[in-house]
């Protein structure tokens, strides 16, 4: 009788999260949870808000430096920690090195963190008047809204890309525009700050695309999970360029020629950009958010300009 040899049981995996946690937070741990790359869209938003109101920055300097504090490294931080924390589970398949998944954040230190920079926001949205602490209080609620149980909008690609694109594109630039003209913006001022949040919602589509595989397997719906990478790739493309048509239609109507030709070559770059962006949209999502998306945000900053000439 031939004696079968046994199979040998497979190793185990040491993983990062079975490591023991540190027992003190680093600070580079900490600035990397708070994820300064992803500060510039809420600044440059902002920047856009206060050059389209036509106000003279001399006398308001500390307020603009406040605002743009409070916009990135205050708010957005903010969210993006509440972000971590909540996705913890998702990020440990998407991205294991994160501060959090990956124990240099120990413990419930990710929470905390978040609770602080709320709190911390808060009082810096203070120092800008009625306008300012009630966009900041938004845009935090928001923050929370997106990520945090029960509501938790990124479950839903729809709701959460429209709730990441208003607070990153439109409140900024509402609330620059508000505290600098120290009153309700003009309409024109809120319809572009509108478009162009709305034309986020398929730039944070492309920024989905990165996450897929623990995504579909934690149950968030994102679009690119939802529609498939084609047909999210197409609607992403669709939402940036209608929102600039629309940009373009208004500011043809208010009669600047010269600000609508050049959003106009602007969007013509992006159509090709997008037509090979389609050809590969899972691989070639990152290359299109440095190239497309650097031409869309440079078009909000011609359209600001285009206001604050209205204003003068």
């Not at 913890?88 to 963190?113: C, F, K, M, Q, T």
């Not at 050049?262 to 299109?288: D, F, G, H, N, S």
Request: proline share 9%; glycine share 8%.
């Amino acid at each position: 009788m031939t004696e079968i040899a046994p199979v040998p049981l497979a190793p185990r995996i040491p993983t990062r999260n079975s490591a023991r946690s540190p027992a003190r937070l680093h600070p580079s741990a900490v600035l990397e949870l708070l994820k300064p790359i992803t500060w510039f869209p809420p600044i440059w938003a902002f920047g856009c808000g206060v050059v389209s109101s036509g106000a003279p920055l001399a006398p308001r300097w500390p307020i603009v430096i406040a605002g743009l504090v409070l916009a990135g490294p205050m708010v957005c931080a903010t969210s993006q920690a509440v972000n971590d924390w909540f996705d913890r589970h998702v990020d440990a398949i998407n991205e294991p090195d994160r501060p959090i998944p990956s124990g240099r954040i120990p413990g419930r230190w990710g929470l905390y963190i978040a609770l602080i920079w709320t709190v911390l926001s808060l009082g810096v949205a203070t120092l800008l008047g009625t306008w300012g602490f009630a966009a900041a209080a938004l845009g935090l609620a928001l923050a929370w809204a997106y990520s945090a149980p029960p509501i938790r909008l990124k479950q839903n690609g729809w709701w959460g890309n429209s709730a990441v694109g208003l607070c990153y594109e439109g409140l900024p630039w509402i609330t620059a525009a508000a505290i600098m003209s120290t009153q309700a913006p003009s309409w024109p001022v809120l319809a572009i700050a509108l478009l162009y949040s709305a034309g986020a919602h398929g730039i944070m589509t492309l920024n989905d695309f990165k996450s897929i595989g623990g995504d579909r397997v934690s149950g968030v719906n994102s679009l690119p999970v939802l529609l498939g990478p084609e047909r999210a790739a197409r609607l992403a493309c669709i939402t940036m360029a209608l929102a600039q048509v629309g940009v373009l239609v208004l500011l043809v109507t208010w009669s600047r020629p010269v600000h609508a030709m050049i959003v106009a070559a602007l969007i013509a770059v992006q159509l090709v950009l997008m037509r090979r962006l389609m050809t590969k949209p899972r691989e070639l999502a990152p290359w299109y958010n440095g190239t497309g998306v650097l031409l869309y945000v440079l078009g909000m900053l011609v359209t600001a300009f285009a206001l604050a000439g209205m204003s003068a």
